[in-house]
């Protein structure tokens, strides 16, 4: 199995950036996918972005397309989810999740995802 913690969320008026960590434990050894995702209050859980362990490919909800990217460094067992031109509606608790495969589904659906973190507030203010 494989253990997820993030970090790095906090306040940042609209326009400005974030960088969201994920540290993982665990059957780090093995490949796995890591996926982002998020829910606000009132809102359902949305896939944000997701990155296999060697994979170039990368996945993005089309509402974070051109604004998030997903990095992986295999060294450090982390990922990465870098928010450029963050919106209030990008407020939400994000959360790091992963599944052991080889690949990520070329999908960013929660239902694939086995384990998650706790998640990180990201408020974005007007």
């Known amino acids: 199995q494989v253990h997820v913690a993030e970090s790095g969320g906090g306040s940042v008026q609209a326009g400005g950036s974030l960088r969201l960590s994920c540290a993982a434990s665990?059957?780090?050894?093995?490949?796995?996918?890591i996926g982002w995702f998020r829910h606000a209050p009132g809102k359902e859980r949305e896939g944000v972005a997701a990155?296999?362990?060697?994979?170039?490919?990368?996945y993005y909800a089309d509402f974070v397309k051109g604004r998030f990217t997903i990095s992986r460094d295999s060294a450090k067992k982390s990922a990465y989810l870098q928010m450029n031109s963050l919106k209030p509606e990008d407020t939400a608790m994000y959360y790091c999740?992963?599944?052991?495969?080889?690949?990520?589904?070329?999908?960013?659906?929660?239902?694939?995802?086995?384990?998650w973190g706790q998640g990180t507030v990201v408020t974005v203010s007007s």
């Open positions: 665990g059957d780090t050894y093995r490949n796995y996918c």
């Open positions: 990155k296999g362990t060697y994979s170039s490919a990368t």
């Open positions: 999740a992963a599944f052991l495969g080889y690949y990520c589904y070329p999908r960013v659906a929660a239902r694939d995802f086995r384990y």
